[in-house]
């Protein structure tokens, strides 16, 4: 994969960062966008495919690009498609420090260490070359102002973007209202970044951990043992009296069924 063009995950990444603070905006959730910016990356280079609402793996090729192929690796050893808001909702945390570590490696941000009250370390992270950073504001900005659709890439972007929450972040106040409205309609411009944007908003909103819920106790009361009724003696006390009644009773029935042997 040619390092002329950014992924979007680093896209969508280096939209989040701010370049005043050197933090990012909406950290909670950009690791679920970035989960979600890999798999319509692996998407756009033929690696895998929607299956519904499931991700399935079309050609296990490495990509050249060590995250992408990480992850593309963990998809092709599930072995069957697998839900995208279970993939984006599995353990992904540490994916905004992998990719932002990934992008001083390759010189797009630089770190600064800094200290919190003095005491606790921190690092904060600035971009060394804006420009790229404005190239790809200037792609949404450009896809929501004319509004004609944009390229699959800008339109998976702009999906994810509005996912994650930086509408506000990109998009401030009430002057910003209208632009924020046309990114979140960005979202129906590319099928696969629409899947897992919708699916980046599931899991925030706690749809894959109700659905794995409303499994469990099914798949629990399949697996409960039938229990044999209690004895009658169990329930009531006096076991003897109610062995003699019973017997009573049998013998009884047992003489009105008997035929007479007398004639």
């Not at 992408?68 to 092709?76: F, G, P, V, W």
């Not at 009658?232 to 035929?259: E, K, N, S, T, W």
């Amino acid at each position: 994969m040619g390092r002329s063009r950014r992924t979007i995950p680093e896209e969508l990444l280096l939209l989040a960062l701010d370049p005043a603070t050197g933090t990012t905006a909406q950290p909670q959730s950009l690791d679920l966008g970035l989960a979600g910016a890999q798999l319509v990356e692996l998407a756009l280079a033929g690696r895998i495919a929607p299956d519904g609402d499931r991700i399935a793996v079309v050609l296990p090729r490495p990509t050249g690009d060590p995250t992408l192929d990480s992850a593309l690796e963990l998809l092709r050893r599930r072995g069957s498609p697998v839900r995208a808001v279970h993939w984006i909702g599995g353990p992904r945390l540490g994916l905004r420090q992998t990719y932002l570590s990934h992008l001083e490696r390759c010189g797009m941000v630089h770190a600064v260490e800094n200290q919190m009250c003095g005491v606790l370390p921190t690092t904060r992270y600035q971009a060394t070359d804006t420009a790229v950073s404005r190239q790809i504001r200037a792609r949404l900005d450009t896809a929501i102002r004319t509004g004609t659709p944009p390229d699959a890439r800008t339109a998976a972007l702009a999906a994810l973007a509005h996912a994650v929450g930086l509408g506000k972040h990109l998009y401030p106040g009430n002057e910003g209202r209208s632009s924020r409205s046309r990114l979140r309609d960005l979202i129906r411009h590319d099928p696969m970044g629409g899947l897992v944007a919708h699916a980046v908003m599931d899991v925030q909103n706690g749809v894959a951990g109700q659905a794995a819920a409303a499994r469990r106790p099914q798949q629990g009361a399949a697996r409960k043992p039938v229990r044999a009724p209690a004895p009658a003696m169990a329930v009531v006390g006096q076991p003897q009296q109610l062995g003699d009644q019973a017997r009573r009773r049998g013998g009884a029935r047992a003489a009105v069924v008997r035929p007479s042997l007398s004639h």
